[in-house]
């Protein structure tokens, strides 16, 4: 999952926001909120009630 904005874009990238009871994030999967503009990054939150895991190679948060 990705909020970003491109090098090409002059606007800013925009909130990601993730609530759930389970996050498994696994297998080189990613969670991100980036910029590689001019413009500022989205902010990342994520809600998780009962577990998060992450597993796995090349785990980016």
């Known amino acids: 999952m990705f909020a ?3 090098d090409s874009k002059s606007g ?3 909130d990601l926001t993730i609530n759930t009871r389970h996050l498994l994030v696994s297998n080189g999967a990613q ?3 980036s910029t590689s ?10 809600t998780a009630t009962d577990s998060v895991d992450v597993t796995g190679k090349l785990i980016y948060l």
Not at 37 to 46: P, W
């Open 12 to 14: 800013d990238a925009g």
């Open 31 to 33: 969670v991100s909120a």
């Open 37 to 46: 503009s001019k413009g500022k990054s989205g902010s990342l939150q994520i």
């Open 4 to 6: 970003t904005s491109e």
